[in-house]
């Protein structure tokens, strides 16, 4: 493998191990914040399913031999950040559930742009069974994405709305 691909395939990898394991951190307050019990169980299940993604991001740094810590995800450290700030301004209750999904979407979405490049660059290289784990991943993140969808246009988003109406009527 060259060398230079090599240190792209690296950095990307402990680039994503970054942001796997900063969101295990983040997961379980995002879980507290939350109202809904729909959502608190959907960011539950992410954070079992996010413990077994950083599992197999392991196996993959171990087929490539590549170690996984070294990196520290910027992005993931801004996007919790701007999260938490988030969290800070509103109240408990749906629009602060609204904001959570919010945050968790950009979360998935950077995760679904980082395993799609490195199992495009591992497809490349013939690395299959790296392929494999990681298409695992990346399809658990889509769901999740659509999970998030769902929550927040069937019951966040109308409850949110309805709140503010009620705000509204309480002021008048
Ligand atoms: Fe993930």
Redesign the pocket.
């Known amino acids: 493998m060259p060398d230079d691909i090599r240190d792209l395939l690296t950095i990307s990898l402990q680039d994503i191990y970054s942001a ?1 394991t900063q ?1 295990l951190q983040a997961l379980p307050e995002m879980q507290d914040s939350a109202s809904s019990k729909t959502l608190k169980q959907a960011f539950g299940d992410h954070f079992r399913m ?1 413990e077994r ?1 950083v599992e197999r991001l392991d196996e993959v740094c171990k087929l490539l031999e590549i170690e996984p810590e070294g990196e520290t995800c910027e992005a993931m450290q801004g996007l919790v950040e701007e999260g938490e700030e988030l969290a800070d301004e509103l109240d408990e209750g749906p629009v602060l559930d609204a904001a959570l999904i919010g945050a968790a979407q950009k979360v998935e979405h950077y ?1 679904i742009a980082s395993y799609g490049t490195l199992i495009s660059l591992l497809k490349a290289m013939g690395e299959d069974k790296a392929v494999g784990l990681l298409a695992e ?1 990346l399809k658990e ?1 889509k769901e999740t994405d659509a999970l998030l969808t769902k929550i927040a246009e069937g019951e966040v988003n109308p409850a949110a709305i309805a709140e503010s109406d009620s705000d509204d009527e309480d002021e008048d």
């Open positions: 796997e969101l996010t993604q995760e991943t993140e």
